[in-house]
T-cell receptor, first 113, second 113 residues
Framework: EPEVTQTPSHQVTQMGQEVILRCVPI?????FYWYRQILGQKVEFLVS????????KSEIFDDQFSVERPDGSNFTLKIRSTKLEDSAMYLC???????????FGQGTRLTVV | GQQLNQSPQSMFIQEGEDVSMNCTSS?????WLWYKQDPGEGPVLLIA?????ELTSNGRLTAQFGITRKDSFLNISASIPSDVGIYFC?????????????FGTGTKLQVIP
């Protein structure tokens, strides 16, 4: 069964460093999303991406964040200068069409020290 | 913004018991989704509901899309230990094109063998 895959599963980084989180959405999906879940809290929307551009972003998604689809399969989230409060599980999701259900990856647990 | 509140926040039940959890929204949604999240994992889609009043089953799970489009419930019958996890409701409001998923606050389920 097709699935969304994310790498790495865990990443530890020093405050101020740049990190890139990688996702491979389901192959025939057109809409891609990043969400964040701080430990013990609910899942929060960060950004959606369609047709090689951002469709919508939340207030969390400030200038230190960027997304890119560098090729036909990968979808990345870059955090330019990490802060302690960026520590969270980052979840990638994709949907076939915008109005169909989104399928999530296993997540990348980011720890900023 | 749209708020989704789930109840109860957490529950302990005996194996074999039935479970019911609810989700209410401050605004309407066109699609309701129920996800289950295991510790350290991404959310896994359980059931998707597309029409007001729709009642859908997936094995021991049954979910309904409220008539007002502002609420949904999920029932689990004859619970088993592997039902343990956090259950999130989520809503999508389609208006052509994509729409992000808004997550509820989660219901943590513990099953006592």
């Amino acid at each position: 069964e097709p699935e969304v895959t994310q790498t790495p599963s865990h990443q530890v980084t020093q405050m101020g460093q740049e990190v890139i989180l990688r996702c491979v959405p389901i192959s025939n999906h057109l809409y891609f999303y990043w969400y964040r879940q701080i430990l013990g809290q609910k899942v929060e929307f960060l950004v959606s991406f369609y047709n090689n551009e951002i469709s919508e972003k939340s207030e969390i998604f400030d200038d230190q964040f960027s997304v890119e689809r560098p090729d036909g399969s990968n979808f990345t989230l870059k955090i330019r200068s990490t802060k302690l409060e960026d520590s969270a599980m980052y979840l990638c999701a994709s949907s076939r069409e915008g109005l169909t259900e989104a399928f999530f990856g296993q997540g990348t647990r980011l720890t900023v020290v | 913004g749209q708020q989704l509140n789930q109840s109860p926040q957490s529950m302990f039940i005996q194996e074999g018991e039935d479970v019911s959890m609810n989700c209410t929204s401050s605004s309407i949604f066109n699609t309701w989704l129920w996800y289950k999240q295991d510790p350290g994992e991404g959310p896994v889609l359980l059931i998707a509901l597309y029409k007001a009043g729709e009642l859908t089953s997936n094995g021991r799970l049954t979910a309904q899309f409220g008539i007002t489009r502002k609420d949904s419930f999920l029932n689990i019958s004859a619970s088993i230990p592997s039902d343990v996890g956090i259950y999130f409701c989520a809503g999508q409001l389609g208006a052509g094109g994509y729409q992000k998923v808004t997550f509820g606050t989660g219901t943590k389920l513990q099953v006592i063998p």
